[in-house]
């Protein structure tokens, strides 16, 4: 072929190798389960569906399954022990948002996750003397008011680097909880006692979704999830998501190839914030009370170990992280006291050996770059010896 | 007012519960005394904020860590104290005998915390810079490791605060507007400045300090003229914990029973509200922030009427700075400032 004219389309065997080695590269910094997530996709779509709508039924029925070895009885209620599990899974899926796709730490997630605690409990408790509306109107509200907090403190810090963010959710994490303690309207450590919970009543009278069961908030949380799961999906493969890992990648990079880098990074911010004040409307419904105790930094420190033990920036290993996290201190209670210090060594050593977690995320990019060049070297093989490539501009870089 | 406003906006109920209230006559009535406090716990805090400061302007990472380095500090002064029969009373003993035991309070401190610094940068970063991870998973890590030490503490020493301990009986040494000024705050406050002057004499003339200098500029370049950039890296981390050390025996004098397993992460994060307030990885820039950060916290606590307020208020003040000067009061950086 032609070399004499124009700039060579077509990477040389040099940089093809450089290429190869890097994937290379990649698939040694797998996770605990190298080739899964390239076995899932080899698979055909209607398989993936099949095992999937498998996966969920089973999922919903592990309250009643109660299975062996698995459970966290005798010590901690199996149910109660999945609604709680399913509440970290929510947290997780959220904050992978942030963390996982756009690539910025926060570190007050738990914030935002209180913040939705207090709005259901504000506006159903008893003990509030404000309005009070009926629970389920409780999680669109503490979603928005999660969500303006969260552009309130991105836009201000989402301009600077991704350290400032760091710190100033960090901060933030903090003050809300020196906030609940000494802001009397807050209530402080007394807090507010029989939060609402969705209306129904079984045969007997009694209501479904009582702080003592479980199972109903458990499958409450549950399709919750997988309605965030769907919409995270699709957001994923959404222009927004490429930009968000364009990001991720390299920021500067892609603020220069035109993605408005700030704008979406106070889009993923505000829907990880609002993601995480439904979770926490879901876990005050759940356990009834709310005060400053359970708000603290630590278990912000917990929800990104959550996403980091997941895999950063997959929502599957998210929710799996997240379930963990919660999981493991209820049923192995001799550790359960040493939780904090095993999760925080966790971050250092998976960031060390593993940095892809359990489920790792794909190399979306790459592997869109990888398609590119392959059809490119395809489209090149059919060329007859003496035509020129034509490139139409764009269509090379721009991968559906 | 505000607290009256908004319950009356919500709700029909009478609401006995407050919002926030301000308490300005507090605030004029104890101005002066709680402006030479803000100082001394400025000087504190500008300490801690070298550490931030140094490391950043050299890897460019926020060093979570940093604040159990400090706490680590705390340990040492407290254990050998301990060991030295100091109480929650103040010790009878003469002044030399007292400078005697503080000034080995201070070495054990030093040490220990320049040894956890040191541990840190190993344990933490050096692993992630030889595989030259993202900056995301330097930050993990820094969340991580700080808080293992947190709770491998925790675990050691239990939640409750350690018992209280007096180096010494703070006397009256002269007289502004009608407040007296103590010799624990003359202590703190000269000795952190005299701390900080000869960092900053230290980094501006040494051999050393423009070796630390040229890593925060262009670490490849530096490396290329021949500066061991991995003994620089460690070096500003032993520097780091050496003012943490410091800065431990002052808290501990100021704050006898502040010694508790998570007492470096409030202050961490106000230090380090304090670096980016003067300017990140500007060693002047993290005095007047220090000094700056310890005055607003305190008048904010007078006037809100809350000890808890110092941090709402130091927090506010970080993210108010961020919007409308990111650079920082003084702005430039390690590598940039002259010499």
Redesign the interface.
């Known amino acids: 072929m032609s070399t004499t004219d124009g700039p060579t389309l077509i990477p040389d065997d040099a940089s093809a190798q450089e290429i190869a080695d890097r994937e290379a590269k990649m698939r040694q910094r797998k996770g605990w389960f190298p080739g899964l997530s390239d076995k899932w996709n080899a698979l055909p779509r209607q398989t993936q569906w099949l095992i999937l709508i498998v996966v969920v039924v089973i999922a919903y029925l592990l309250p009643i399954l109660n299975p062996p070895l698995i459970t966290t009885e005798p010590g901690n209620n199996w149910q109660i022990a999945l609604a709680q599990m399913s509440v970290y899974a929510l947290v997780a899926v959220g904050l992978n948002v942030v963390?996982g796709y756009a690539?910025l730490?926060d570190?007050g997630y738990v914030a935002f996750f209180a913040l939705g605690s207090y709005t259901a409990a504000m506006f159903t408790s008893p003990d509030s003397?404000?309005?009070h509306i009926p629970y389920l109107w409780t999680l669109p509200l503490a979603m928005a008011i999660a969500m303006f907090f969260g552009v309130v403190?991105g836009v201000?810090?989402l301009?600077?680097r991704?350290?400032?963010l760091?710190?100033?959710t960090?901060?933030?994490g903090?003050?809300v909880r020196?906030?609940a303690?000494?802001?009397?309207?807050m209530?402080g450590q007394v807090g507010f006692q029989n939060v609402g919970h969705p209306p129904g009543t079984d045969s007997s009278g009694q209501p479904i979704f009582l702080n003592s069961s479980g199972t109903p908030w458990y499958w409450l949380t549950l399709t919750i999830i997988i309605v965030v799961l769907l919409a995270a999906g699709n957001l994923e493969r959404s222009r927004v998501g490429r930009a968000w890992i364009a990001i991720?990648e390299d920021e500067d990079a892609a603020e220069i190839m035109g993605v408005p880098t700030f704008k979406y990074k106070v889009w993923a911010f505000a829907i990880g914030a609002s993601v995480g004040g439904l979770s926490g409307a879901l876990f005050a419904g759940q356990v009834g009370f709310v005060n400053n105790q359970k708000f603290d930094?630590?278990t912000s420190?917990l929800f990104?170990?959550a996403v980091?033990m997941g895999g950063?920036g997959n929502k599957v290993g998210a929710v799996l992280g997240g379930a963990l996290v919660a999981y493991i201190p209820l049923r192995f209670t001799a550790i359960a006291?040493?939780k904090?210090?095993i999760?925080?060594?966790?971050?250092?050593v998976i960031?060390?050996f593993r940095?892809g977690g359990l489920l790792p995320a794909r190399q979306s990019l790459l592997a869109y770059g990888r398609l590119a060049y392959n059809k490119l070297k395809g489209a090149v093989g059919d060329i007859p010896p003496s035509g020129k490539v034509v490139l139409e501009p764009g269509k090379g870089a721009d991968n559906e | 007012m505000i607290s009256e406003v908004i319950?009356t906006l919500?709700?029909s109920?009478?609401?006995d519960?407050?919002?926030?209230t301000f308490d300005v006559n507090s605030f004029t009535q104890n101005f002066w005394s709680s402006t030479f406090d803000g100082l001394t716990f400025g000087a504190i805090y500008a300490l801690v904020a070298l550490g931030y400061t140094l490391v950043?302007g050299v890897l460019?990472?926020?060093n979570?860590a940093h604040s159990e380095v400090f706490i680590t500090g705390c340990y040492g002064v407290f254990f050998t104290l301990s060991a030295l029969n100091f109480g929650p009373s103040a010790p009878r003993l003469g002044f030399w005998a007292i400078v005697g035991n503080l000034v080995l309070a201070l070495v054990v401190a030093i040490i220990a915390s320049a040894l956890m610094a040191v541990i840190v940068e190993r344990?933490?970063y050096k692993?992630?810079r030889q595989?030259k991870?993202?900056?995301?998973?330097f930050?993990?890590?820094a969340?991580?490791?700080?808080?293992?030490?947190?709770?491998?503490i925790?675990?050691w020493r239990g939640p409750s605060p350690e018992a209280a301990l007096t180096m010494f009986r703070p006397l009256a040494i002269f007289d502004v507007f009608g407040t007296i000024v103590d010799s624990q705050q003359v202590v703190i406050v000269v000795a952190a400045i005299i701390l900080m002057i000869a960092t900053d004499q230290f980094i501006r003339r040494s051999r050393t300090g423009r070796g630390i200098r040229a890593v925060a500029q262009d670490p490849d370049t530096a490396t290329l003229m021949g500066v061991n950039k991995e003994k620089i890296i460690v070096t500003t981390f032993i520097i780091g914990g050496i003012l943490a050390g410091a800065a431990a025996l002052f808290y501990v004098m100021k704050i006898p029973s502040g010694v508790q397993y998570n007492g470096g992460?409030?202050l961490g994060?106000k230090a380090?509200?304090a670096a980016?307030l003067g300017g990140i990885g500007n060693v002047r820039g993290a005095l007047l922030g220090g000094l700056l950060i310890g005055l607003i916290g305190n008048y904010g606590q007078v006037l809100l009427g809350?000890s808890?307020?110092t941090?709402?208020v130091a927090?506010v003040v970080?993210?108010l700075v961020?919007?409308v000067r990111?650079e920082g009061v003084l702005g430039s950086s390690l590598g940039k400032s002259k010499a």
């Open positions: 963390v690539g730490l570190l003397p404000y309005v403190l201000p810090t301009r600077l991704g350290d400032y760091a710190i100033v960090l901060g933030f903090e003050i020196i906030l303690t000494i802001i009397p309207a209530k991720r930094i630590a420190i990104v170990a980091v950063t006291e040493f904090y210090l999760f925080g060594a966790a971050l250092v960031m060390i940095p | 319950p919500l709700h109920v009478p609401v519960d407050t919002w926030i950043y460019n990472l926020i979570f344990v933490a692993p992630l595989r991870a993202p900056r995301l998973a930050l993990i890590t969340i991580g490791v700080s808080f293992a030490i947190q709770y491998t925790y675990w992460f409030i994060v380090f509200a980016v809350s808890q307020w941090d709402v927090f970080l993210v961020l919007i990111p």
